[in-house]
C-alpha cells in the first residue's frame, strides 16, 4: 500500500511525520513538495525586518522526516479516479492521498495588483518586500508603504514595515486598507481594538472601509476614487487555490476526504466542520485538521489489511475550536487566549512559545536552539 501527502506546510508536514509512527511498516510514504525545505510561515513577515531568521524558519524535509520519501516536484494534476498525481517529473501512484497543497494570492482581477502587489508566501517574497520598502525609507523623499488587506498577515506585513522604518531612523509613512469595517475581519470586536490600538501605537495608519481597485507602478487606486501614492505596494488581500486545483479552494466536511481514497485539508480545502461550522485557513486549523486525517488514514489502512472487508470504517469527525488567536505587530503582540485579550510583554511571550513548541512538534530540534539562543543572546552575531 502506498500513501503520499502532498504539499509540506503545515498539515502536510505534521500529517507525514504523525503517519511515520503510526503507520505499519508494511505501508509505503511519500511526501511530495516542489521545495525542499518546510517554510514557517506564520513567522515569515519577520524577515522582511530581519533576514537572518530565514534560516531559522527553513526546515529541510530530509532532516525531520524520518521514514518517508522526500520527492522534491510540483504537483500539477490529480487523477482521483486512476489515482494517480501528475508531477513535474513524472507520476505517482497512490492508494490514500491526502492533498495539502496550500493556498495562492487571490487578485480578484483587479487592475495591476497582480502585476504591482508585492505577495508574501516566500522567503524571496519577504526579500523583495524588504529591498523595495528599504529603497523607499533611505530616499530622499518621505517613503509611502502601502499594504491592502487587514487579515493577520497584513497586520503582521504593516507592524514589520512601520519597525523597519524606525531601525533605519527613516521617515516614512505605513498605510494599511482594509475593505471590511475593521482590522482583523472575521474576530471578535475586542480583538479587533486591541489589534488597531496597537498598530497606531506603531505607527500605522489604518483605512478600513477602502477597496483596492487597481494598481500601478507609483499608486493604488482606491473604490473612492483617490489615488494613494505608494514606492512599495504589498497584497495580501486574499487566498485562493492551488495550481493543481485550478484556483479553486474545494469544500470538505468533517471526515476532510473529497472521495473515499483522497483527503484535503489546510488552506487548500474549505473545511467545514463536525458542528456545520466553516473553519478559518490558519496554521493551527491545519495542524489540527492534519491531526484527525492521519487517524483516518490509519483506520483506512487497518480495514485494508482486514481479510473480507470491504466496508467503509467509521472515522473520525474534525471539530475546531480554537484556543486563541495570536498576532504580532513589530515588536508587540496582541493575543486572545479563551474569552481573554492579552497585549504586550504577555502576548509576545505567548508568541514565542508557539513558534518554538511548533518547530519542536516537527522535530526541527536546531531550529529550536537558535531561536532559544536567540531570544537569551539577542545580540549575539556567531
Not at 170 to 177: D, E, I, K, R
Not at 212 to 236: K, Q, R
Not at 247 to 270: K, M, Q
Not at 290 to 304: F, G, K, S, Y
Amino acid at each position: 500500500m502506498h500513501v503520499v501527502v502532498c504539499g509540506a506546510g503545515y498539515a502536510g508536514l505534521t500529517l507525514t511525520r504523525t503517519l511515520e509512527s503510526t503507520l505499519p511498516d508494511s505501508v509505503d510514504l511519500t511526501l511530495v513538495d516542489e521545495s525542499p525545505d518546510h517554510l514557517v510561515q506564520h513567522e515569515l513577515h519577520r524577515v522582511i525586518r530581519r533576514p537572518e531568521l530565514a534560516d531559522e524558519i527553513r526546515v529541510p524535509l530530509p532532516a525531520v522526516c524520518e521514514r518517508a520519501a522526500v520527492r522534491v516536484a510540483r504537483v500539477e494534476a490529480i487523477d482521483r479516479e486512476a489515482r494517480v498525481i501528475s508531477l513535474s517529473d513524472g507520476e505517482l501512484e497512490y492508494d490514500i492521498a491526502a492533498l495539502c497543497l496550500g493556498a495562492r494570492t487571490a487578485y480578484y482581477g483587479l487592475e495591476g495588483v497582480s502585476e504591482h502587489g508585492l505577495p508574501l508566501k516566500r522567503l524571496a517574497h519577504a526579500r523583495r518586500i524588504r529591498r523595495r520598502a528599504l529603497e523607499a525609507i533611505r530616499g530622499d523623499d518621505d517613503g509611502r508603504l502601502v499594504v491592502g488587506g487587514a487579515g493577520l498577515s497584513g497586520v503582521q506585513v504593516a507592524g514589520e514595515l512601520a519597525a523597519l522604518a524606525d531601525d533605519e531612523y527613516g521617515s516614512a509613512t505605513v498605510t494599511l486598507l482594509e475593505q471590511a469595517d475593521a482590522v482583523a475581519p472575521g474576530f471578535s470586536p475586542d480583538f479587533q481594538r486591541a489589534v488597531d490600538r496597537t498598530l497606531a501605537d506603531a505607527g500605522v495608519e489604518v483605512r478600513t472601509g477602502t477597496g483596492v481597485v487597481g494598481a500601478d507602478a507609483d499608486a493604488v487606486s482606491l473604490e473612492s476614487g483617490e489615488c494613494l501614492e505608494s514606492d512599495a505596494f504589498v497584497w495580501t488581500g486574499g487566498i485562493r487555490g492551488p495550481d493543481a486545483f485550478e484556483g479553486e479552494r474545494p469544500t470538505v466536511e468533517a471526515d476532510l476526504r473529497i472521495d473515499e481514497r483522497t483527503f484535503v485539508l489546510g488552506d487548500a480545502a474549505r473545511v467545514v466542520d463536525a458542528d456545520g461550522k466553516p473553519v478559518p485557513a490558519s496554521a493551527q486549523a491545519a495542524v489540527r485538521e492534519a491531526e484527525a486525517v492521519a487517524a483516518n488514514v490509519e483506520r483506512l489502512v487497518e480495514a485494508d489489511g482486514t481479510a473480507g472487508s470491504g466496508e467503509d470504517p467509521q472515522l473520525e469527525s474534525f471539530s475546531f475550536d480554537s484556543p486563541g488567536w495570536l498576532v504580532s505587530v513589530g515588536d508587540d503582540a496582541v493575543a486572545r487566549v479563551g474569552s481573554t485579550v492579552v497585549t504586550g510583554r504577555a502576548a509576545k511571550a505567548l508568541k514565542s512559545t508557539v513558534g518554538v513548541g511548533y518547530l519542536s512538534s516537527v522535530g526541527a530540534v536546531g531550529n529550536v536552539t537558535d531561536r532559544v539562543s536567540r531570544r537569551l543572546w539577542p545580540d549575539r552575531s556567531d
